[in-house]
C-alpha cells in the first residue's frame, strides 16, 4: 500500500496563478485533510472532507477551495495565488473522523513569488 | 477558540540526556494525540491518550495525560540520534456533534552526538 500521495511535490507559482494540489489514499479512509504548515507555525486545517460527499471548512479556509472527487481522492484549489500561501501543504486521512489516527502524505512545498 | 501551547519551542540535548515536551490546552481535551516529525519529512502518528491522568509507554517514550485532560507531555529517556525532528501535540476538543482538533507548535529535538 502506498498510503497517502500527494502531487507534486514541489511547485513555483506566480501571484495570481492557479494550481490544484492532487492527494489520494488506497488504505479505504473515509475522512481526508488538507493542512498548511509555515515555520513556527504548525499545522493548520484548511480543510476537511468527512466522508465521500462533505467538505467543510477548517481554520484557515480563506483562499482556497476543496473537492472530494471520490472516497480515494481529496483535492486542493488555490484560484489565484498569493505570496502568503506559500508554504508546506500536507493531505492526511483518517479512518473516520479527527479523533481517528491520521496518516499524513509526504507534502507538497509550494511557492509563490 | 482552543487554544494548545507548546513547550519548549527548541531543545538541544547531549546524546544520553532526557528530553520532556510540553503540551497545555486551553479547554478541556477529550483526547490527545503525538505525531512526530523528522526533518523534510511528515507528521508520524506515535499515540492517542484519552483517559485522565493516563500514562502510555513506548520503549523510551512515555506520555502522560493529566488529570483535568488539559495537559500531556512526552518524555524521552535517553535520547539517541534517531530521536531527531520535532515532536508535536494535537489537542481533540468535541462538542455539538463536531469534532475539533488543535496542534500545537511542535518541540523541535537536536540531539548532539
Known amino acids: 500500500n502506498a498510503g497517502v500521495t500527494q502531487t507534486p511535490k514541489f511547485q513555483v507559482l506566480k501571484t495570481g496563478q492557479s494550481m490544484t494540489l492532487q492527494c489520494a489514499q488506497d488504505m479505504n479512509h473515509n475522512s481526508m485533510y488538507w493542512y498548511r504548515q509555515d515555520p513556527g507555525m504548525g499545522l493548520r486545517l484548511i480543510y476537511y472532507?468527512?466522508?465521500?460527499?462533505?467538505?467543510d471548512k477548517g481554520e484557515v479556509p480563506n483562499g482556497y477551495n476543496v473537492s472530494r472527487l471520490n472516497k480515494r481522492e481529496f483535492s486542493l484549489r488555490l484560484e489565484s495565488a498569493a505570496p502568503s500561501q506559500t508554504s508546506v501543504y500536507f493531505c492526511a486521512s483518517s479512518e473516520a473522523g479527527l479523533q481517528e489516527t491520521q496518516y499524513f502524505g509526504p507534502g507538497t512545498r509550494l511557492l509563490v513569488l | 477558540g482552543q487554544q494548545v501551547m507548546q513547550i519548549p519551542q527548541y531543545q538541544h540535548v547531549q546524546e544520553g540526556e532526557d528530553f520532556t515536551t510540553y503540551c497545555n490546552s486551553s479547554t478541556t481535551l477529550s483526547n490527545i494525540q503525538w505525531y512526530k516529525q523528522r526533518p523534510g519529512g511528515h507528521p508520524v502518528f506515535l499515540i492517542q491518550?484519552?483517559?485522565?491522568?493516563e500514562v502510555k509507554k513506548q520503549k523510551r517514550l512515555t506520555f502522560q495525560f493529566g488529570e483535568a485532560k488539559k495537559n500531556s507531555s512526552l518524555h524521552i529517556t535517553a535520547t539517541q540520534t534517531t530521536d531527531v525532528g520535532t515532536y508535536f501535540c494535537a489537542g481533540m476538543s468535541s462538542g455539538a456533534g463536531s469534532y475539533q482538533l488543535t496542534f500545537g507548535k511542535g518541540t523541535k529535538l537536536s540531539v548532539i552526538p
Open positions: 472532507s468527512a466522508s465521500e460527499g462533505t467538505t
Open positions: 491518550l484519552v483517559k485522565s491522568g
